[in-house]
């Protein structure tokens, strides 16, 4: 079974901050792991993705995350906050090797940018 | 970019009725994912098709079902509902040709019972 877990249910910044949204995962294999933004009465949007590779990925709207596999974490992070960045966030896993596997979410996290 | 088209976006229905929602995938993705996201909720995998076959199966109420026509695109028939359903339906698509692609995410359906 996969598992994700957000320890955090709103992280609160203010506009120019770093910030950094938490994310630890557990997969049976190894992990595909994602990272999404919901803006209100929307869908989800992909911001980035880790395969392979390097562990710190790069994304969408200057976010980027680091994979730390002795951790088991996929921390969102972005250097400089903006108050649109105000949004729900969700971290997802998928097992790399099972083609079928289905994305697993985390039960997000609300970020709270203030001006 | 085309991106994952579902409708109708809003849906109300009473108690017992039946809904259909719809969604049509990316151009090229051969892979359909069903979540329902209640109030407050992370979303919860209903069901998945694959090349029109039912891939995996997760939360979905044997009130629902699925499939996934020879167009891709796919239908979630859902019968008797109860207030309980409320929630945002959302369908995503992937290519599973490549193992590592993201899952892309349509608007969703929001289905209010009443």
């Known amino acids: 079974a996969q598992s994700v877990a957000q320890p955090e249910d709103q992280v609160n910044v203010a506009e120019g901050n770093p910030l950094t949204v938490k994310c630890t995962y557990s997969v049976s294999g190894n992990p595909y792991l994602f990272w999404y933004v919901q803006y209100p009465n929307r869908g989800l949007q992909f911001l980035l993705k880790y395969i392979t590779g390097d562990n710190l990925v790069k994304g969408s709207y200057g976010f980027e995350a680091e994979f730390n596999k002795s951790q088991t974490s996929f921390h969102l992070k972005k250097p400089s906050a903006l108050v649109s960045d105000s949004a729900l966030y969700f971290c997802?896993?998928?097992?790399?090797?099972?083609?079928?596997?289905?994305?697993?979410f985390g039960k997000g996290t609300m970020l709270l940018v203030s001006p | 970019a085309a991106g994952v088209i579902q409708s109708p976006r809003h849906l109300i229905k009473e108690k017992r009725e039946t809904a259909t929602l719809k969604c049509y995938p990316i151009p090229r993705h051969d892979t359909v994912y069903w979540y329902q996201q209640g109030p407050g909720q992370d979303p919860q995998f209903l069901i998945s098709f694959y090349e029109k076959m039912q891939s995996d199966k997760g939360s979905i109420p044997d009130r629902f079902s699925a499939q996934q026509f020879s167009d891709y695109h796919s239908e979630l028939n859902m019968s008797s509902l109860e207030l309980g359903d409320s929630a945002l339906y959302f369908c995503?698509?992937?290519?599973?040709?490549?193992?590592?692609?993201?899952?892309?995410f349509g608007q969703g359906t929001r289905l209010t019972v009443v």
């Open positions: 997802a896993v998928r097992d790399a090797f099972s083609g079928y596997s289905t994305l697993t």
């Open positions: 995503a698509s992937r290519f599973k040709g490549g193992l590592n692609t993201e899952a892309f």
